[in-house]
C-alpha cells in the first residue's frame, strides 16, 4: 500500500508563497508520474501540475502556469508544488497523487490510483 502524505500548507497573505511537499512510502516512486490536484469548498477538484518519473515532462493547469513549479526529488522520494505569487483563487485543500497502476492523461483525476490525505492552502487578501 502506498503512502502520500502532504505537508507545508498554511495561512499566506496574497502574493505570497509556499512550498508543498508530499513524501511516499513507496520503494518505486522514482518510476511513475505524480501531481497535484486541489479542491476549493463546493467545486470539483482540478488539475494545478503533473510530472513524470524523470521530470522530463511537466504539466500546469492555466491558472497556476507561470506561477507554480513542481518538481521531484526521486532519492528522497518526495514530489514539491513551489507556489509563488498566491491569489485569493488559490485557497483550497491541496491533494498529491500517484498514477501507479492506472494509466490516462495527468490532467484527469480517475487517471490516478493513490492519494494523500491533503493540505489546506489559505490566501488572505
Known amino acids: 500500500q502506498v503512502q502520500l502524505v502532504e505537508s507545508g500548507g498554511g495561512l499566506v497573505q496574497t502574493g505570497g508563497s509556499l512550498r508543498l511537499s508530499c513524501a511516499t512510502s513507496s520503494r518505486t516512486f522514482s518510476r511513475y508520474p505524480l501531481g497535484w490536484f486541489r479542491q476549493a469548498p463546493g467545486q470539483e477538484r482540478q488539475f494545478v501540475a503533473a510530472i513524470n518519473w524523470d521530470a522530463d515532462s511537466i504539466y500546469y493547469g492555466d491558472s497556476v502556469k507561470g506561477r507554480f513549479t513542481i518538481s521531484r526529488d526521486n532519492a528522497k522520494n518526495t514530489v514539491y508544488l513551489q507556489m509563488n505569487s498566491l491569489k485569493a483563487e488559490d485557497t483550497a485543500v491541496y491533494y498529491c497523487?500517484?498514477?501507479?497502476?492506472?494509466?490516462?492523461?495527468?490532467?484527469?483525476?480517475?487517471?490516478?490510483?493513490?492519494w494523500g490525505q491533503g493540505t489546506q492552502v489559505t490566501v488572505s487578501s
Open positions: 497523487a500517484a498514477q501507479i497502476h492506472n494509466s490516462g492523461s495527468v490532467y484527469y483525476v480517475r487517471s490516478y490510483d493513490y
